[in-house]
């Protein structure tokens, strides 16, 4: 018995441990600290999976099911800025929560410094971590020198905690305002000011809610320094691999140049950090990366005669760099040439809403763009053997030193985009996989497709140890699909982040392939906007305990046909001591294929039907998909699905039209049915009306391989509703192996009537020895519309025998 209990015990513990909050949200490279992870189900945590590298845990230390410490190793070299976290348990993988790697020391914000008069003194080049409560003010006093650089910038809305909206202000002494912000394309809701000294002295820092609202929970980090803080920097982007000089713009400072080497990967999410003697800027900028020569505009080129000479393929960059400014490119195309042209400015964080307009030099416009899926512009052009010239300008014709933007002049090239879709708006629910051992777990996954035809191939790389991964090639034209992750029994616990690609089933295609999902971690009014979010390349997949169940779904032997049902039939195996009930639901439907919402297995119960239904245009295929089923447990949800299995999509084996009837209450009539079998079948099927009026019957009947029409016999109740009663079908139910293939065969009316009042005949007395009339052996069924005009004509006698009323 005690066995049985302890066994139980582990395997209700799977399930997913909540991570709320880190604590300090962030600290400096080149030391360690030790975070304080809150949450719930923190019991067995086993790891810190971070998205990036360069922090290390050297030891872990569990104080309750709701709060862990960890002691963590900034390497010197880590990159600076945002680093996603999760925990990992035995049980699960928590969701994502955000930390920052920085350059500075760090210290607190202490109170009182609500007031100009009484603010904290601090030292230049430190990280505050601070907290702006309602109406707060938090004032902070540096020592500066003439002619020295004094930069601040706050992590606000950024750390992902709540709606918070900083504002920083450098003042003097006389409380002049000398630099102020609140929102930069840089750096989104949050801040930064920066000014060089005008003189020897003191200067105050402001850092307080715009709005003046704010929480306990509107935590920050301010750094202040001689750090450069530039606004942008050209050009932003350069080929992949090489090294190239940009120049930052808009430092108080002056312009400042660095040489950068650029990785040989492209990576939409590559920042460069503005540097130079005095420091490192805490933010990094967007810089793009592509497999094509860097172009710089040549100024004049406001106009199509001036226009720079640009050359097929490359990235050409420039600055707007005054109000009305107009950027000018010239090319040369060739005759059916296809091109795509993106230009990136907000992306990159700069100032600059870009339009572009391409046109053929001397003659018509091609195409124009404002913003094409997002604020940026991008158009695909088809081109002749002729000059071209594309133009870049601001939408409200603004201009500025720093409103940049590079243009991708590029072939058109195959990418897929791989990422699992949101269970719930804003949640991190299943975005990751927990895998128990022995067991399996399924998730739905979608791809967006851009200019690559074929079949698709998913892969998985660097799986924990013991998990492989199962799913179908993803035909053209097929959007999403179920993947299977299945554990071995002796597959340790351990986890890993995971390359998630989508590649042509032909090696032969080039494609570039990226995975993406996204935690929206920062969200409020207006509309529930999405403030700010942390998007990962690589998936969390984790190894854990044993679940206390298992499912599986027998495969059928017989296919789902269009405008037909079925039932799965969903096996359990329980473990010893767990009854509970269990929910079940689909993982992926194919095209066409509808399903029920869940189905619960009871109680004690190990096997349950999940009813399935597929339209007249479902995809006719083999598709492979899954169930995924879930149980409560003391300690949470535990998740497993059933294996990848085979769902066979055919046509009908038969088809039916079904005549129209109207009958009248408490008599009965015979419906024909016309059948037209597509496939050959052995033995007898069964025909059943469906959707029948309130008492009305109609007897199941039996066809075979050659029945081409059938009779099938109505009752209807003297009580039977009176009207035309519409969506009448036809079941017919072929069994093959064993099991049922249900098809739903033509649609009709029946129309229920009010019986007729009795005619009066007056008979005359029969004449003796006159043989009496006899009755026809078999009359001919008549159709409805037979019936109709029968209708009629005895209607039409009936007025014509009904005497005129004289007038008086």
């Known amino acids: 018995m005690s066995i049985t209990v302890l066994a139980l015990a582990s395997s209700l513990k799977a399930a997913s441990p ?82 920052y790697v920085g350059a500075l020391p760090v210290i607190d ?39 020295e650089r004094i930069s601040a910038e706050v992590e606000g809305m950024r750390l992902g905690t709540i709606v918070f909206d900083p504002f920083v202000a450098i003042f003097n002494m006389k409380r002049f305002e000398l630099s102020a912000r609140d929102d930069s394309p840089l750096t989104g809701q949050d801040c ?105 505009e040549v100024e004049p080129n406001d106009t199509p005669d001036k226009a720079t000479l640009v050359n097929f393929p490359s990235s050409f960059n420039g600055i707007i760099e005054k109000n009305g400014d107009v950027d000018c490119f010239r090319f040369r195309g060739v005759k059916g040439q296809v091109v795509d042209i993106r230009c990136a400015a907000r992306k990159n964080g700069s100032p600059l809403d870009p339009v572009m307009t391409l046109a053929i030099a001397g003659g018509a416009n091609v195409a124009t763009n404002d913003d094409s899926g997002g604020t940026d512009s991008y158009f695909r052009a088809t081109l002749d053997d002729k000059e071209y010239i594309l133009t870049v300008s601001d939408h409200l014709k603004k201009g500025g030193f720093d409103y940049t933007y590079r243009v991708d002049f590029s072939p058109v090239q195959g990418n897929t985009l791989v990422a699992i879709p949101k269970v719930a708006q804003y949640s991190q629910d299943r975005q990751t996989i927990s895998v128990p051992k022995g067991n399996r777990f399924a998730t739905l996954m979608t791809v967006q497709r851009r200019d690559i035809a074929g079949d698709l191939k998913l892969i998985a790389e660097k799986l924990p140890p013991g998990v492989t991964v199962s799913v179908d090639e993803v035909s053209t034209g097929i959007d999403s ?53 942390y998007n990962m390349p690589t998936l969390g997949v984790a190894v854990t305990e044993e679940a206390p169940f298992s499912i599986q779904v027998i495969e059928p032997k017989v296919p789902l046909v269009q405008n037909g049902s079925m039932n799965l039939k969903v096996v359990v195996q329980r473990k010893e001591g767990f009854k509970g009930p269990i929910t079940v639901i689909p993982v992926y439907s194919p095209p066409g294929v509808g399903t029920i919402a869940a189905i619960t297995i009871p109680e004690n119960q190990n096997e349950g039907l999940f009813a399935i239904t597929a339209n ?26 059933s294996q990848l299995f085979n769902l ?46 309130l008492k009305v019957t109609a007897a199941p009947v039996e066809i075979d391989s050659k029945t081409k029409e059938i ?92 005497p005129t009323p004289q007038k008086k």
């Not at 604590?23 to 490279?29: E, H, I, M, V």
């Not at 590649?503 to 494609?511: H, N, R, T």
């Not at 009965?668 to 009026?693: D, H, M, R, W, Y």
């Open 18 to 99: 909540n991570l709320g909050g880190i604590a300090p949200r962030g600290w400096q490279r080149g030391t360690e600290v030790e975070l304080t992870f809150t949450g719930a189900r923190l019991t067995d945590a086993k790891e810190l999976l971070f998205y990036r590298k360069g922090i290390e845990t050297t030891k872990m230390t569990v104080v309750s099911d709701t709060q862990l410490k960890a002691m963590v190793k900034i390497s010197p070299e880590a990159g600076l800025g945002e680093y996603g976290v999760r925990v990992r348990t035995a049980t699960g993988i928590s969701e994502l929560r955000t930390f």
């Open 109 to 147: 914000e202490k109170e009182p410094n609500s007031e100009f008069a009484t603010p904290q003194k601090i030292a230049m080049n430190v990280t505050v971590h601070g907290v702006a409560n309602n109406e707060d003010a938090d004032y902070f006093l540096v020592e500066a020198k003439k002619g």
């Open 192 to 296: 930064f000011a920066s000014i060089v000294a005008p003189e020897d002295g003191t200067y105050i820092i402001l850092v307080r809610e715009s709005a003046y609202g704010g929480n306990g929970n509107a935590k920050y980090r301010l750094h202040v320094g001689n750090f450069p803080r530039p606004t942008g920097v050209f050009p932003s982007g350069g080929k992949a691999g090489e090294e190239i000089e940009v120049t930052y713009l808009g430092d108080p400072a002056g312009s400042i140049k660095q040489k950068i080497k650029l990785p040989a990967a492209l990576d939409p999410e590559f920042r460069i950090f503005p540097q130079d003697a005095k420091g490192i800027c805490p933010s990094g900028i967007r810089f793009g990366l592509s497999n094509f020569p860097n172009t710089f």
């Open 481 to 533: 699909f179920a993947v299977v992750f299945e554990a071995t029994k002796d597959a340790p616990i351990a986890g890993s982040l995971t390359q998630i690609k989508a590649l042509p089933a032909d090696p032969k295609l080039p494609c570039n392939t990226e995975f993406n999902t996204n935690a929206e971690l920062t969200f409020g009014n207006p509309g529930q906007s999405i403030y700010w979010r």
């Open 616 to 641: 007249a245009g479902a995809r006719i295929k083999n598709w492979k998909t899954a169930l995924l089923a879930n149980a409560s447990t003391p300690t949470g949800v535990v998740w497993a699905s």
């Open 648 to 693: 066979e999509i055919a046509a009908p084996f038969i088809t039916a039209s079904i005549e129209r009837s109207a009958i009248e209450q408490g008599k009965s009539s015979e419906i024909l049915c016309k059948i037209n079998q597509t496939t050959p079948f052995e033995g007898k099927a069964k025909l059943e009306l469906v959707g029948l009026p």
């Open 711 to 802: 009779l099938v016999k109505v009752e209807i109740d003297k009580t039977s509703p009176v009207g035309n009663h519409k969506n009448i079908v036809c079941s017919a139910v072929i069994t093959k192996n064993g099991e049922a293939i249900v098809h739903t065969l033509g649609k009709t009316d029946i129309r229920i009537d009010v019986p007729a009042a009795p005619k009066v005949v007056a008979t005359a007395p029969a004449t003796p020895g006159t043989p009496a009339v006899v009755a026809p052996a078999g009359e001919k069924r008549l159709s409805r519309l037979e019936k109709l005009r029968l209708e009629q004509e005895e209607r039409e006698k009936a007025q014509k025998s009904t």
